[in-house]
C-alpha cells in the first residue's frame, strides 16, 4: 500500500538515541518509515512494538522477528505492553495526525479534496464518524467543537447553518456539507477556512485530544530513566499539550514548588524545536506544519 515518505525521518529517530539492545515503541506506524529505521539501528536482542489503530497500516507489518504490530489506539499503550510482558521501555515515537495514505484514500473523508461519504475514522471499526457528528450533535457541542478545535471564530455560525440544513435532510456526503457552509467560505480563504473545519470535526470523530492526553501521562510510567520521546504535532492544539506536558508534566497549570522552590517534572527538555527544512517540504507539503520535540526521562 502506498504511503509517503515519513517527515522528519532521521531527526526523529536520532532523538531517540537508540541503544542496539533496547525497547522501543512507534505509536504511530502509518507506512513503517520510523519502524524501519529503528529497526536498522537495533541489535538483534533490541526489540519494537508499533501501534496503528487503521487496518490499512496492518498491510505494512514488517517481517522481522524483533517486531510487533499492535492494531489498537495509542491511548491504550500501557495495557498492550503489559499484554507483551513490557513495563518499561527505552523510546517512545510518535508522527500524530493525519497520514498521506488516509488524506490520499478518497473514501476515507479525510481530505477537501475530493468528494466522499462523511467518514474520517481513524480506525474504521468505530461507530461514531463525521455523519454522526454532522447529523446528531446539537448546536451547542457543535459549536464548542468548531471552536475548540478548529479554532474558528464563526464557530456559532457555522453550527446554526448545519443544524438548520439537516431539518430538510440528513447531510451524506462531504460535497453536501460544502454546499451548505459555502456562504462562510471567501474565496481567497476557503481552502484554509475548510482545512480548519475538516480539522475540528476529525478531532471529535478521533477523541484525537483526549487520546494524546491519556498517552503522554502513561509515558512517564512507562520510561526508564533516561528513556526519551520523539513527538512530531501538526497542529498547535497538537503541539501545545506536548510542549507543556514536557516543561511542567501538566496540561494546564504550573507544577507545585517544594519549601525550597523547586518542582518535580517527569522530563527534561532534549535541544529546541525541530522543523522541516525547505528542501523537505518541497518534496512533502505535509511537512510544513510540522513541529518535532525531544525530551529525556529524568
Do not use: C, W
Not at 170 to 192: A, D, G, I, Y
Amino acid at each position: 500500500m502506498e504511503y509517503h515518505n515519513p517527515v522528519l525521518l532521521t531527526e526523529t529517530v536520532d532523538g531517540l538515541a537508540v541503544k542496539p539492545n533496547g525497547i522501543y515503541v512507534d505509536v504511530t506506524f502509518g507506512g513503517g518509515g520510523h519502524s524501519s529505521e529503528i529497526l536498522r539501528r537495533l541489535g538483534p536482542e533490541g526489540k519494537l512494538f508499533a501501534f496503528d489503530q487503521d487496518q490499512d497500516a496492518l498491510e505494512n507489518a514488517i517481517d522481522d522477528d524483533r517486531f510487533t504490530l499492535i492494531n489498537e489506539n495509542f491511548r491504550f499503550i500501557k495495557r498492550f505492553l503489559r499484554f507483551y510482558g513490557v513495563r518499561k521501555v527505552d523510546g517512545i515515537l510518535g508522527d500524530f495526525g493525519v497520514s498521506s495514505h488516509q488524506f490520499d484514500v478518497a473514501d476515507r473523508g479525510f481530505s477537501t479534496r475530493f468528494e466522499a461519504d462523511l467518514d474520517m475514522r481513524m480506525n474504521q471499526n468505530r461507530e461514531i464518524s463525521a455523519y454522526h457528528v454532522i447529523n446528531e450533535y446539537d448546536e451547542s457541542d457543535l459549536r464548542t467543537m468548531f471552536l475548540q478545535y478548529g479554532e474558528l471564530r464563526n464557530a456559532p455560525k457555522l453550527a446554526r447553518a448545519i443544524v438548520g440544513a439537516r431539518k430538510e435532510e440528513s447531510l451524506k456526503t462531504s460535497v453536501e456539507l460544502k454546499e451548505v457552509l459555502r456562504p462562510f467560505l471567501p474565496k481567497h480563504k476557503e481552502h484554509k477556512i475548510l482545512a480548519q473545519i475538516y480539522q475540528a470535526i476529525r478531532i471529535e470523530v478521533n477523541q484525537e485530544i483526549e487520546a494524546l492526553k491519556e498517552f503522554l501521562i502513561q509515558t512517564t510510567e512507562l520510561l526508564d530513566a533516561k528513556g526519551r520521546i520523539s513527538l512530531i504535532s501538526y497542529h498547535s492544539l497538537e503541539d501545545r499539550l506536548v510542549k507543556r506536558f514536557i516543561r511542567s508534566g501538566m496540561f494546564e497549570g504550573e507544577p507545585e514548588k517544594d519549601l525550597y522552590g523547586n518542582v518535580s517534572v517527569p522530563f527534561k527538555k532534549v535541544g529546541g524545536l525541530i522543523v522541516p527544512n525547505e528542501e523537505e517540504i518541497k518534496e512533502n507539503n505535509r511537512a510544513r506544519s510540522a513541529k518535532l520535540r525531544i525530551a529525556e526521562r529524568i
